[in-house]
């Protein structure tokens, strides 16, 4: 019996059978093109980055312009919708198409700073507490404990209220309100990987903390951290969308999404396009990557699925 | 006077990605009430798997096929869920090797002793919790009725599997399958454990289906036994038979492997069975040990090897007479 | 067990006194509530009037101390917009509150458990693909949308429900809708997860051998297994549902807390705001102390020796 030999690695096992291994790489690559959730948040996620990057090139109008002789004009599929505005444009005359596609932009420029200052905080947080232990970890959780006891919303609009709303003020805010993900899970991964064998290993042949911190254990956390990170992606998204929604967020005339609805919701009645069109937008985008991050989990430890 | 359970052509199959599992392969035997049949092998041989044929508790996807599989002239394989959950508990029980697991951790042990009698007989709690008390104390625990109130962890593993066995003959089965059931012990309550279950076996005249890898305590507690690689029974017989004069050479490597005392050993390697176990996954024709046996030939790889019976219950699946497996090591 | 529980109060005291620091900082350093309070067209002698009325001008730790003072005496300060004690403006509203916050849970739960517990009993099926998809989904719908979208929907097309105010049964419909499906894709996941290991278990293989059918081996010995970190999740999950309805009670007009702390950051009434948060950090907290001793009482491993 002629066993094909496709990779390397493997071994003679008797009866003329051979037992062949493929490489950790192609594992995972072969899980990625067959997982469809993480197919479909990938592509999305792409879609939308370019729609941000090349906004200024696909819109047809400027997205700040108004025109009130264009007003109220409903999107393509309605029967005075026209090609001019395909979306269709709101109470300023702004075409609504080219607002959704800057909105990409504030979404993921949100989106994405939001998640990096929520990331250093909380991975510095997490990793400490989960090498030192003891009464550093004690501190760390306490910490944690008193962020997620603070309700984050409304600590947010007390914020932005008394200081003024903008893009600026919006991310650092959520930025450090919401660290308290990574600061888990990098917490009990930093644990876990600790006790194991080869971080002993390293300690007995004398490396100092910092280094073991570095080489050693923030690989196998870089996982964790980039399915967290996706994930967070989202909910900063969502929370910065509620906040303008309720008038705490970025100023008009940004196009957010959130922004746009909250200016919508008055005609919402008439013209429900006005709320549909960039609540279906912020759906697909966290959707998107919310598929990509648990994809991404699935992918790269399939024993944990949940 | 028919066997209690008899079993022929016993197959099970598990369809994996890489291609079907054959975990169990025309396997027959038969279990005589009162006596202890043990089932005899490595680690992934089988034996366990046909355990849980019996019983129907096969892995989802497992697909089992049998020419005959009766149990006190039931049969057994086309019956449908209701009527083997029926059976299961009331008239065939199993005993399972991780006495620390087997248990639920959310109720008291006596809740769990009442259920195995409650389910299957219309009887009162009261009953059913002096039953419990009796079993207890039948299988060694001392202050029976307290313990009905104890839940799994404050239990020893050695006090945990005598409540399983407890637990298997709340309902006076005819038959017991004990899989594995001292593995996971220490030594010490090892002997305490076969003791009982051979004292239990007797009292209640009960069939034992003993499985194990260790043949020692096939030795200590089985009247039969059957030799089982790679899915497939290679050798049955009485222990003495089995033990005195082993006739398969896959049997003769095991014997050879156990260091006997009194035999002087000096200058002699303890003997051990060179090469790997075949892959059980896809189709396997010929002897599946004639890459580690030193007298495989060419006939070896050859179908069609079937079991030789030389008087009733023992048999032996290999192409040498008789005589030259006995000229062979051991 | 004892001292445990005392243990656990006194980090939940920690964590509220903390909570109370945070927030109180937090709002007297983001702006001059002076200013906000006297409003924007006020002069600057009026702005300092009020700042001295208010005594604004005492060092911020000053301030807190004496807060926490009367706090502590139950005495939450005097709003004034409403020129009421805090402590009554808040009790005639809380109600809302906790009944949309009750009921948004036990949406949730009695949503995602049956579903949990169908998409472990049937992995890999249709059902379980669609109820994971069904969770997915959940978690990526902005909640204020899904409130106007339902509005638009179930209030004026079909006007099966009403749309705004708290005053029948009625009209928590679709704010507990609102509220409670965000939670309930963890509820399911969890559940999913937490049967499908224990059906893998040994003692579940021990209650088939007993002869035990399905339908009770799911309910009394799988799913009880199963539900202790659900429930644990459970009153954390409502914290954050209370904490989180400020969106919802906007949207639905309900007069709740929520709608209280927002209309009063507008108008820059500080007492009140600082009460609310206050009090759900204080609700929060002790959520999580209820949570882990549900935990412990529900799993006899913990609850007796």
């Known amino acids: 019996m002629e066993a094909e030999k496709v990779r390397e690695g493997g071994f003679e096992i008797g009866l003329g059978l ?28 792409i879609l939308v980055v370019l729609m941000a990057l090349f906004a200024a090139q696909i819109s047809p109008h400027d997205p700040y312009r108004q025109d009130l002789a264009q007003r109220m004009i409903p999107p393509i599929w309605q029967a005075e919708g026209t090609w001019n505005h395909p979306l269709g444009t709101d109470s300023l005359g702004r075409d609504y198409l080219s607002r959704l596609f800057y909105g990409c932009r504030i979404s993921l420029l949100i989106g994405f700073t939001c998640m990096l200052i929520a990331l250093v905080i909380g991975t510095v947080l997490g990793l400490t507490a989960g090498y030192f232990g003891g009464k550093v970890d004690l501190a760390v959780s306490f910490l944690i404990t008193v962020r997620l006891a603070l309700p984050a919303v409304l600590v947010a609009i007390a914020v932005v209220a008394l200081i003024g709303g903008s893009m600026k003020v919006v991310i650092i805010v959520l930025g450090c309100l ?25 300690k007995a042949a004398g490396c100092s903390v910092p280094w073991i911190m570095i080489r050693e254990i923030m690989p196998n956390l870089l996982n964790n951290l980039v399915v967290v990170a996706t994930l967070e992606i989202g909910r900063a998204i969502l929370l910065e969308a509620a906040l303008s929604f309720l008038g705490m967020g970025v100023m008009p005339p940004t196009p957010s999404w959130g922004l746009m609805i909250s200016e919508g919701k008055e005609f919402m009645l008439f013209d429900p396009y006005l709320i549909t069109i960039p609540g279906v937008a912020l759906f697909i985008l966290v959707l998107g990557m919310n598929l990509l991050g648990d994809g991404l989990r699935d992918v790269t430890a399939p024993e944990g699925r949940t | 006077m028919s066997p209690l359970l008899e079993v022929r052509g016993l197959n099970v199959d598990l369809p994996l990605a890489a291609g079907v599992l054959h975990a169990v392969r025309e396997v027959s035997f038969s279990l005589e009430k009162g006596e202890t049949l043990s089932l005899v092998g490595e680690s992934g041989c089988g034996k366990s798997m046909t355990a849980l044929a019996m019983m129907d508790l096969l892995p989802p996807g497992a697909v089992r096929r049998a020419e005959r599989l009766t149990f006190e002239d039931r049969d057994l394989a086309k019956a449908a869920e209701s009527k083997m959950a029926a059976l299961r508990g009331a008239r065939m029980a199993m005993i399972f ?16 002793l009442e259920e195995a009698l409650l389910v299957h007989r219309r009887v009162s709690r ?30 020893s593993g050695g006090l945990r599997q005598r409540v399983m066995i407890a637990m298997g003959l709340m309902c006076g089965p005819a038959m017991i399958i004990a899989d594995e059931p001292t593995t996971a012990l220490d030594v010490t ?42 899915g497939m029974v290679v050798e049955t017989g009485t222990v003495k038979e089995v033990f005195e004069r082993p006739l398969h050479p896959y049997t003769r490597g095991l014997m050879d492997c156990i260091p006997v005392p009194g035999k002087s050993l000096k200058g002699r390697k303890l003997g051990s069975i060179p090469g790997m176990v075949p892959t059980p996954i896809g189709e396997l024709t010929g002897c599946p040990f004639r890459n580690r046996c030193s007298r495989a030939r060419g006939e070896c790889a050859g179908s069609g090897i079937g079991l030789k019976e030389l008087s009733p219950g023992r048999a032996y699946r290999c192409l040498l007479s008789p005589q030259d497996c006995l000229a062979g090591r051991v | 067990m004892l001292t445990y529980a005392f243990k656990r109060i006194a980090l939940a005291v920690l964590v509220a006194v903390t909570v109370s620091m945070v927030s109180f900082m937090l709002i007297r350093m983001s702006g001059d509530p002076a200013i906000a309070l006297a409003g924007e067209n006020a002069s600057p002698k009026e702005v300092e009037f009020v700042r001295q009325q208010y005594g604004f001008d005492r060092p911020l730790v000053i301030q807190y101390l004496e ?53 472990a009993v049937r992995p890999n099926t249709w059902l379980d693909r669609l109820a994971l998809s069904i969770s997915v989904m959940g978690q990526a719908m902005p909640s204020f949308w899904f409130g106007l979208i339902m509005i638009i929907v179930f209030g004026v097309m079909l006007r099966w429900l009403p749309i705004s105010g708290s005053e029948t049964p009625a009209h928590f419909v679709m704010p507990t809708i609102a509220l409670g499906y965000y939670a309930a894709p963890a509820f399911m996941r969890l559940t999913r997860s937490g049967m499908l290991e224990v059906l893998a278990s040994d003692h579940i293989r021990t209650a088939r051998a007993k002869g035990l059918r399905w339908g009770r081996i799911l309910f009394k010995h799988a799913l009880r297994n199963a539900i202790i970190p659900v429930v644990s999740l459970a009153a954390v999950q409502l914290g954050f549902m209370l904490g989180g309805s400020i969106v919802i009670e906007s949207v639905f007009a309900l007069h709740g807390i929520g709608y209280l702390a927002w209309v009063s950051i507008g108008r820059s009434d500080l007492p009140v705001v600082q009460a609310i948060v206050l009090l759900l950090s204080l609700i929060y907290v002790l959520l999580t102390f209820l949570s882990d001793l549900l935990n412990a009482f529900l799993d006899p491993r913990i609850r007796v020796k």
């Open chain 2, 126 to 155: 009261r009953e059913a919790r002096n039953r419990a008390v009796f079993l207890l104390e039948k299988v060694g625990i001392t202050a029976a009725s307290s313990r009905l109130k104890q839940y799994p962890h404050q239990l």
């Open chain 1, 18 to 45: 051979e037992v062949v291994f493929p490489t950790p790489g192609q594992i995972m690559q072969r899980r990625m093109l067959a997982h469809k959730g993480f197919l479909i948040g990938g592509v999305v996620f």
């Open chain 2, 97 to 112: 090797q991780e006495p620390m697991t087997s248990l639920d951790p959310c109720y008291t042990i006596g809740n769990q």
């Open chain 1, 178 to 202: 919401i660290w308290d993900r990574f600061a888990v899970v990098l917490r009990s991964s930093t644990q876990q990987i600790r006790s194991m064998d080869y971080v002993s290993a390293a």
């Open chain 3, 67 to 119: 807060w926490a003072q009367r706090t502590l005496k139950g005495d939450l300060g005097e709003s004034p917009y409403f020129k009421q004690p805090v402590r009554d403006i808040i009790k005639t509203r809380i109600g809302v509150t906790m009944t949309l916050g009750l009921a948004a849970l036990c949406f949730a739960v009695v949503l995602s458990i049956p579903l949990g517990v169908l998409a």
């Open chain 2, 189 to 230: 309550i090892q002997a305490q454990i076969l003791a009982l279950l051979a004292s239990v076996q007797k009292e209640f005249e009960m069939g034992m289906i003993l499985i194990t890898h260790d043949l020692g305590v096939v030795a200590r507690v089985a009247d039969r036994l059957a030799v089982m690689y790679c």
